[in-house]
């Protein structure tokens, strides 16, 4: 079946632009993370969402980073006022609870985001 | 920070089982040990988990210590297929996944 699928796959935007990155997680998932990964380094936990709520935004790393998911499905990351810094591959996963127990997590095959 | 301890590398000779080794001596009672590996340029796969009993799928085996404190996840055949960042996490089912910096495993031909 499809998997999670993240776009677009490539990003080049200059510093100081608005950019949105999207994923759609597999379908039936209810919980929903966001992970940003630099260069030789583990992936970072940014926020969490289960259903339509963040659960969890205590990795977003200012207010400049904000994250979306109206409808307990797709997932919007907006990134205002873009930095060279905010240059990383930024991953998205999903899992589902099955019988009261969580699977684990399946990731998408991230956005490489690059900010000139 | 990521409550677990790796060697940063790793090689394993094409055919012979890779041991990747995992220390996690704080782990709590209601945390599972899990590893996910990644490839290069693709985000990371799902390999394993357990609580305390020792497990088995058909792409690996983890073994967990007595103590839970420690665990080893064994590639039984590697291939170059197999060549990834292994990454050992302990977390509650369910949570968010804290990375640290995982083991490369380099395997040679």
């Known amino acids: 079946g499809a998997g999670v699928s993240q776009t677009p796959s490539n990003k080049v935007t200059e510093k100081g632009k608005y950019v949105e990155l999207r994923c759609d997680p597999i379908?039936?998932?209810?919980?929903l993370y966001w992970y940003r990964q630099s260069l030789g380094q583990g992936p970072e936990f940014l926020i969490y969402f289960q259903g339509t709520g963040a659960a969890d935004d205590s990795g977003l790393p200012n207010d400049r980073f904000f994250a979306v998911r109206p409808e307990g499905s797709v997932s919007t990351l907006k990134i205002q006022r873009t930095e060279r810094g905010d240059s990383a591959v930024y991953l998205c996963?999903?899992?589902?609870?099955?019988?009261?127990?969580?699977?684990?997590?399946?990731f998408g095959p991230g956005t490489r985001l690059t900010v000139l | 920070d990521a409550k677990t301890t790796q060697p940063p590398s790793m090689d394993c000779a094409e055919g012979r089982a890779a041991n990747l080794p995992c220390n996690h001596s704080?782990?709590?009672?209601?945390?599972?040990v899990y590893w996910y590996r990644q490839i290069h340029s693709q985000g990371p796969q799902y390999i394993i988990h357990?609580?305390?009993n020792n497990e088995t799928n058909e792409m690996a085996s983890l073994i967990i210590t007595e103590d839970r404190k420690s665990s080893t996840l064994i590639l039984p055949h590697a291939t170059l297929r197999d060549t990834a960042v292994y990454y050992c996490i302990v977390r509650v089912a369910g949570d968010k996944i804290i990375f640290g910096k995982g083991t490369r495993l380099h395997i040679l031909p």
């Open positions: 996963a999903s899992s589902q609870q099955y019988r009261g127990d969580w699977n684990e997590q399946f």
């Open positions: 357990g609580l305390k």
């Open positions: 704080t782990i709590s009672g209601n945390e599972y």
């Open positions: 379908s039936g998932h209810t919980a």
